[in-house]
């Protein structure tokens, strides 16, 4: 998608399709957030059901929501990498390159606005992007629907979960319920910090965490709360000049060009490659642009700082980062193909 218009497409026909209240639920029925974590907000009309997540896993994994039934959620989404991919630009179908990289999917169900310029308010409404885009699935969702419907297991399966035979409203619905219990909040990190481990976190990861707190480097001034984000977006100065307008895309404001979403740091060990446009290839190239690399850009944020780190203190703030790994999540079976 590259036009306002298809944003204005896609949300009015979300308005036809969704009637998106949201409503705090008291528990998650089996997805009790994690300690440090909020409860999450789940759309009334799409509540946690067993069957509807299972839906929504099978369908995550399947091709058929292509065009030509090559591609699925999951090629670009790796369970492995904390369902992000390995390449800077993802291929869709036909080898198509994308122009962004694919962000990790965990504990994306307390994004407050989906998409690189937060321009998609709700899961539900986000699985019309891939489905729609050129150079993802290339399909409409409507089609898509006709040929999930002629799929046994998934009209039985849809009846089961929804009470409804395989329509638009169920596939969003189903797979923004299975996005929603991705949730990770096991890291060494957590352990240490909401369980009581004080072993879970090396000395050095912990000088890390200082570090990354400190007003020196000024991280956790846009990556922290319990996702390590603050959710605001920002230009954190990568180029001068940006082939990508970022949220100027979705708002048409001047001061929001090469503006993106403060990305989530969990599990950030595993998913590089980093930026907007997987630009930065590690986590080392990651702590060098800060320190050094910083471009001039008219909206960079004020919030950024210039200092200088030792070659212990760079390791240090890698070896935090690095607790930020998950391992149970990223082996999670329930978030795997069976
Ligand atoms: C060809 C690769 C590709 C495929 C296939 C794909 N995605 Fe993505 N996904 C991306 C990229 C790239 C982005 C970032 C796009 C942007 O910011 O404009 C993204 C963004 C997202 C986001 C927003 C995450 C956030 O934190 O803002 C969600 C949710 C998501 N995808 C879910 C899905 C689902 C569900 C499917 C299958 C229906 C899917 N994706 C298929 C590449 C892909
Ligand atoms: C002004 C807010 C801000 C500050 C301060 C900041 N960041 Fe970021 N950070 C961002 C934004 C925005 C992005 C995403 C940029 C993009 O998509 O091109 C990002 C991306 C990252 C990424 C890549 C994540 C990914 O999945 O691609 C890492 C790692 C990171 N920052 C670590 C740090 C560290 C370490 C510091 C302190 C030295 C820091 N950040 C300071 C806003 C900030």
């Known amino acids: 998608m590259t036009t306002v218009q298809n944003w204005v497409f896609f949300i009015a026909l979300s308005l036809i399709i969704w009637s998106c209240s949201k409503q705090e639920m008291p528990e998650l029925d089996g997805y009790q957030a994690p300690p440090g974590f909020p409860e999450m907000a789940i759309p009334a009309d799409n509540a946690f059901l067993a069957e509807r997540v299972e839906l929504g896993k099978a369908l995550f994994f399947d091709p058929i929501l292509s065009v030509d039934s090559t591609r699925s959620c999951a090629s670009c989404h790796i ?193 590089a490659p980093y930026m907007h446009d997987g630009s930065l290839k590690t986590l080392r190239e990651v702590v060098q642009h800060y320190q050094s690399g910083i471009q001039d850009h008219p909206n960079k944020s004020p919030l950024l700082r210039t200092f200088e780190l030792t070659d212990g203190e760079t390791n240090d703030l890698i070896n935090f980062l690095k607790s930020l790994t998950d391992e149970e999540f990223l082996q999670n079976p329930m978030y795997h193909q069976e």
Request: with cysteine; proline share 5%.
């Open 79 to 271: 369970p492995a990498f904390a369902f992000s991919d390995t390449t800077a630009f993802s291929l869709g179908v036909e080898d198509r390159v994308g122009t962004r990289n694919s962000p990790s999917l965990a504990n994306v169900g307390y994004q407050l606005a989906l998409l690189r310029e937060g321009g998609v308010p709700t899961l539900e409404m986000q699985v019309l992007v891939p489905i729609q885009e050129q150079h993802e699935f290339d399909t409409n969702i409507l089609d898509v629907a006709q040929k999930v419907n002629q799929v046994p297991a998934y009209k039985a399966l849809s009846r089961m979960a929804y009470d409804r035979e395989v329509d638009p409203f169920v596939i969003t619905r189903a797979l923004a319920a299975f996005q929603r219990t991705l949730i990770s909040g096991n890291s060494r990190f957590d352990q240490w910090s909401f369980q009581g481990n004080w072993n879970a976190l090396s000395p050095s990861a912990i000088r890390g965490l200082d570090l990354f707190q400190s007003d020196r480097l000024g991280c956790a001034s846009c990556h922290n709360g319990f996702l390590f984000t603050d959710q605001s977006f920002a230009n954190n100065g990568l180029y001068e000049d940006y082939a990508d307008p970022g949220r100027y895309r979705l708002t048409g404001i001047e001061s929001d060009r090469a503006v993106f979403k403060v990305p989530s740091l969990r599990n950030v060990a595993v998913t």
